[in-house]
């Protein structure tokens, strides 16, 4: 079983940058989709972005199209969200998730807090 830790969460200025990374147990994970999603005070948890097990698609929610880059390292079983011209609104807890099967994110990491000021 895979299993999932993140790191790379901080207080940040608006306008400002970090990269999260996640990094997976096991010998499995480059077979395996990927997806970051977040969740602010109060709200759903929501869709960030997904990347295939090789790393030649990735998908986007529009609100951090542009500004937001997911990558993966399978030869060291970490994919990373890069995350540019950070807006207060981006402020939440993000997770790191993996989808097996092609059908849906079954394991998730422990989440890595993300604060952005204004």
């Given at each position: 079983?895979?299993?999932?830790?993140?790191?790379?969460?901080?207080?940040?200025?608006?306008?400002?940058?970090?990269?999260?990374?996640?990094?997976?147990?096991?010998?499995?994970f480059?077979?395996?989709?990927?997806?970051?999603?977040?969740?602010?005070?109060?709200?759903?948890r929501?869709?960030?972005?997904?990347?295939?097990?090789?790393?030649?698609?990735?998908?986007?929610?529009?609100?951090?199209?542009?500004?937001?880059?997911?990558?993966?390292?399978?030869?060291?079983?970490?994919?990373?969200?890069?995350?540019?011209?950070?807006?207060?609104?981006?402020?939440?807890?993000?997770?790191?998730?993996?989808?097996?099967?092609?059908?849906?994110?079954?394991?998730?990491?422990?989440?890595?807090?993300?604060?952005?000021?204004?």
């Open positions: 079983q895979v299993q999932l830790v993140e790191s790379g969460g901080g207080l940040v200025q608006a306008g400002g940058s970090l990269r999260l990374s996640c990094a997976a147990s096991g010998r499995t480059s077979t395996y989709a990927m997806g970051w999603f977040r969740q602010a005070p109060g709200k759903e929501e869709f960030v972005a997904h990347i295939t097990w090789s790393g030649a698609n990735t998908y986007y929610a529009d609100s951090v199209k542009g500004r937001f880059t997911i990558s993966r390292d399978n030869a060291k079983n970490t994919v990373y969200l890069q995350m540019n011209s950070l807006k207060p609104e981006d402020t939440a807890v993000y997770y790191c998730a993996a989808d097996p099967y092609g059908s849906s994110y079954d394991i998730w990491g422990q989440g890595t807090q993300v604060t952005v000021s204004s």
